[in-house]
């Protein structure tokens, strides 16, 4: 490590000061030191207070890492948590990575918090007074080797005065003093600082002030950012109830979110992403992003199941006794052939064996043949409650089946079962099948068979293949029933070579009218991570499928409020085989496909952007120097975003394998070129002049096909591209300059055109020919 | 052929077969459907197109009947096409102004479409048309969530006049009323649920308890506190009740309801002497708590701290080390045995030192100077007590450490610098700082009043407070009325203020609502949306 001048205030950019080897000797670096501290003096000088530099000579890795503890006692697993359930959400924005650490277990050693940038703590119930102290004792030393503390809530509610000592170094640490002292009814408490922008941010601060802890924030070591003053006969008493510092941040257990029961609504009164930005000590980075491809919000599909065989009652289909699955691929699937879609079939509902039907194979079989379909696997048996498998006993789920109520048999089946038993004949089997399951009361819907995690998910994949064209594999497992698998199922995934998605349930409308309700990116199971979908489908916006149909419409709102004024998630349209039954339901599914159809979308199939989800927690940021990151390990996710980025610009000539940028919301997108395994991102203050524009090429700015391997040549360039529909794309270059496009597949020509830049620099390009199959775009200068 | 004629060839057998064919015409013809029963039969037949198709023909007619607008609103519903379906149902709604059925479904489809604010109308007035429970509590639930806190308490109060009675909204109401400062208004509604006993969670009692007493009405405060802690016997709700009354300056309260609902020896009783000692009664509050201790059965370690605290504040050292040694010294928090070690040192009870010193931990002693002074200068390393004395800062000392510190620089030889600051700390002695003190059972020095100033100003502020008030060492958490979590936490994760009268009752709460979450769990897979399950 070589030492550091960095975290000063800045407003513009300066030129880089590098660092010096070592290996010079001593005097000469003597002398480069003296002259580097008068150059600094010179420019310290001349340069105004408010214009100050930063000079980082360090390179360093950016530490991404949170770990979470939680009490598994009071929130048993880490997917039940709060920080799970509402703050991991904000911390995957800003780019952060959730670990979670159940503290009834072994305590993390030194080594392995090595990395880690913070620890986050929310913890509500009263834990045994021995386990708070050991509790607090961790975050003493933690915090005291320089890791930061996120708390969130009490820090170790249940603990007795023998952790006092501990308690007041955390609280130091964190700028405040703790006092010990609680108001409980706060009627009388006034509001004497708040930061509007923090707090106040869904929802504002209660009229009824809840009770709070004192905690005093100490001048010049914390920002209190909502400080509430009660009088009391020993005077007033001020407690910052939200503060963040140098060692972290603190909001107060009622300052945090408020709920409402009558509605059963969640809403954040803090600001999740401006409190953890500040608590986690806020530096400019470039955050992997999940959302964005090509400098475009991703569109993608993906279809569970479910449903498959149902009959419709869609006219004109249901006259002609039409499957569900059939009405979704003649009305959804196969008009959209510009629109990728991973269609997932459940095992059980092909396999005859289990109940399936021949005649759902002959969809399956149509719908992986189309080159937009991408295959898919909803499991073999369909598991509700993933739970129960991961110590599964036959036994028990026989118990269940044999306790599972039988519906009624009509009274047409008994009739004709009496006259064949008054006939000396076997009766007639009725419908009723005992091994499939009408509800979620049992663990899974085909139940014939035992359990076997090995069918459950190789065999399910590969029967979903067995109804693909040869060579088309399976790509993705889409979770089933409560979605929360362990962490064995999850590896099986892996270790099939799939990615994987579902869960989550993200919402984010007027029903839901909370960032609580948007996930995470995944969910930790073990070692292994579930990537959860990135929208919530039908079966919620229809309450559970009763009705009314029509409640899948309000996705719309999600997927705006999604976009602005954050972009947190891509347009994921999920829904199930069952939408062909009901023609609301599938109006609504045809709006989504013509909404993505006319947005400025680029569709991707589902595996995809699982896979880029997955890469989120691969991904490695290093600082190399000022304004310069570069980002490796990073796999299939091709975008990072900066920030607050309105007077910032890419320095595309100092950056390596970086294809262009946008802005949007004010943050920066930078599009990667996934050809290049360590990109290197450089960023330049907007208002110089860009030198890139003087160079021979052009940048990206959006596209809807997957652009990469950009190659410079002799007076423009060359990129592959690959991508659904219509080749939409904006390029930037100098105003004025004109370039001959040519599109190739191999050798052979599709296109040629020749485009020039406007005034604002930028060119469009509306290429016709489909990309299917990689495609090459030559740029040529043509004056 | 003439009439005669044609009388004589029509047989009358003709004539009734004639009239029965034009019955059966006239009846069959009757007997065919209308357009109502074929638009019901198109529905039934799932023939959903063409019923539309003609209702749709009817109302572009200017039919307008509830009949056909509610058959409209049926097949609306079914396509998906909301525009229509919304014009529809006004239109429907226009048609029948004081049908509640009509207004209900009009609400729950802005309510499903998500319209809000056509909701919340929707719901005003249906609530204008015919009071319902269910109505108000949506108007009130959904004011709340969105912080429009006026509209949410002129809603309350509506309702209120139309006889809504929900016991959560009142108390919501009163406190509305507190932030608002009319304690004498919100005090009457919390009285008002108390009465009909529904005001059951802690904090709700602790509002009308405090409220009562800001009304200057401390006895109706004391005669309620009394009933809800006999019945709940919850110690921590009635420390913080007397905690109240002390807050109020309301001692001699304060020490009625602690003897009205204690028994000699328990926690409760304890807080006689701590409000004696915050009188100012030192004397008697010492008598007190010996008598305590004689009494004192089983203390928890919490208590005994208590008793500790009140003992050295009561300047009896000797007592604190005799109850502690029952209770057992090596159970005692280090931070208390230091405590107690120091106020030992000043009155010289070496045994009773030593006694401590053996569970203290070299961790504690090497951070405490003062300390570890004391015990150089006791084993006659005079050189070793003078370094570790250099290392206390007198500003940061309490009377009974200050008394110490002015002990042990005297006896290093360094009286006149001790002398000089505690002077400038602005501390008197009561007697001269080289008077002998090993006889002493009572710090040497005492604090003046305006001594506060910076000295104490960087201490944490439970050192300021008074003693019933420094007993909270840690957030104390009430029960609240409602243990709901937010959708998907976890049963234990409580979401707006965490329960909380001590664990194992949080335990057994957390047992039961797991049971019962596990046996729904095993009816259904709880398809609760929020928390992720897709079919």
Sequence with gaps: MRPTFRNRPRSGFEPNVRSRSNRWPATIGMMFLSLWAGLLLLLALKIPAAQAIEIEITERRIERDVLALYDSRAEKQSHETRIHQFAEMPLNFLGFRVNYHDINGSWPTPSETTGYRAVLTWFLEPMEAERAEALLNWLDSATDRGLKHVMLGEMAPGASDAGLAPLVRLHERLGLTHTGEYIDIAHKARVVAHNKSMVGFERPLDKVLPDYPVVVPVAGKSEAHLVLQADTRDGPMPSAVVATSAGGGFAASNFTIYFEPTSDRVLWVLNPFEFFRRALGWERMPVPDVTTLSGRRMYFSHVDGDGWNNLTEIEPFRDQERLSAEVIAEEAIIPFQDLPVSVAVIGGDLDPVLGGSRRGQAVARLLFALPHVEVASHTYTHPYNWSFFEDYNRQTEADAIARSLKPERPLREQFIGTLARLAGRDPPRGQYNPYIAGTDDLPRTYLKMPFELEQEVKGALKLSESFAPKGKKAKLYQWSGDTTPFAGAVRATRSAGVRNINGGDSRLDRAFPSVAYVPAIGRQAGAERQIYAANSNENTYTNDWTGPYYGFFLLEETLKNTEMPRRLKPFNLYYHMYSGEKAAALAAIKHFLRLARSSAVIPVPASLYAAIADDFYTTEIRKVDTEVWEVSNRGALQTVRFDDAGSLALDLDNSRGVLGATMHNGSLYVALDSAVDVARVALRAENRESPELSGRGAMLVEARWQIRNRREEDCGMSVDAEGFGRGDMIWRTRAGRAFEVVLFRGARELSREIVRAGADGLFRLQLEPDALDPVTLRFTCHE | ?535
């Design chain 2, 1 to 535: 052929m003439s009439s005669a004629e044609v009388r004589a060839r029509v047989e009358p057998h003709m004539v009734i077969m004639g009239l029965v064919f034009a019955s059966a015409l006239v009846a069959g013809y009757m007997l065919l459907p209308g357009e109502n029963e074929r638009v019901a039969m198109l529905e039934r037949d799932g023939k959903n197109l063409q019923a539309l198709g003609i209702l749709e023909a009817r109302f572009d007619a200017g039919d307008r009947r509830a009949r056909t607008l509610y058959q409209l609103v049926g097949l609306y519903e079914q396509f998906g096409q909301i525009p229509r379906l919304k014009t529809t149902l006004e239109a429907l709604a226009e048609a029948r102004p004081r049908d509640v059925q009509v207004r209900r479904r009009l609400a729950q489809f802005y309510s499903a479409t998500q319209d809000n604010e056509s909701y919340l109308a929707a719901l005003e007035q249906e609530i204008d048309v015919k009071y319902s429970e269910a109505a108000c509590r949506e108007l009130i639930g959904l004011h709340r969530l969105k912080g429009e806190f006026a509209k949410e308490q002129a809603a309350i109060v509506k309702c209120r006049q139309r006889g809504y009675r929900r016991a959560e909204d009142v108390v919501r109401l009163a406190e509305l009323f507190a932030a608002d400062g009319d304690a004498v208004q919100a005090a009457q509604l919390l009285r008002n649920v108390d009465d009909l006993k529904r005001l059951k969670s802690d904090r709700e009692r602790l509002q009308l308890f405090t409220m009562l007493v800001e009304a200057d009405q401390p006895k109706e405060a004391q005669r309620r506190a009394v009933r809800w802690i006999k019945v709940s016997r919850d110690k921590e709700f009635t420390l913080t009740l007397i905690e109240t009354l002390v807050r109020s300056r309301r001692h001699d309260d304060a020490i009625a309801l602690a003897r009205e609902t204690s028994q000699p020896g328990d926690a409760i009783s304890l807080t006689v002497a701590e409000i004696m000692l915050d009188r100012g009664e030192t004397v008697a509050a010492r008598a007190y708590l010996r008598g305590w201790a004689v009494s004192a059965k089983s203390p928890s370690l919490d208590t005994t701290m208590r008793f500790n605290d009140a003992a050295l504040d009561a300047e009896d050292a000797e007592t604190a080390f005799s109850f502690s040694s029952a209770f057992g010294l090596a159970r005692l928090p280090q931070l208390q045995l230091v405590a107690l070690a120091e106020a030992l040192s000043v009155i010289g009870r070496k045994p009773s030192v030593e006694a401590v010193r053996a569970v203290l931990t070299t961790e504690t002693l090497a951070s405490n100077p003062l300390l570890g002074a004391a015990e150089e200068l006791g084993r006659g390393q005079k050189e070793a007590s003078r370094e570790l004395l250099n290392r206390v800062e007198p500003e940061k000392l309490d009377a009974w450490k200050l008394t110490l510190w002015a002990r042990l620089m005297q006896e290093t030889g360094r009286g006149g610098e001790a002398q000089t600051k505690l002077r400038s700390l602005g501390v008197v002695s009561e007697r001269p700082a080289d008077t002998p003190l090993a006889s002493a059972a009572v710090p040497a020095v005492s604090v003046v009043a305006s001594r506060g100033g910076a000295a104490i100003a960087a201490k944490p502020a439970a050192e300021q407070a008074t003693r019933i008030l420094r007993r909270k060492k840690r957030a104390k958490r009430f029960q609240v009325r409602n243990v709901v979590r937010p959708p998907g936490v976890a049963a234990g994760a409580v979401a707006k203020e965490p329960a909380g009268k001590d664990i194992e009752k949080d335990q057994k709460e957390q047992k039961n609502q797991k049971i019962q979450k596990d046996q729904k769990d095993q009816k259904s897979a709880a398809p609760s949306f929020t928390w992720p399950f897709s079919k």
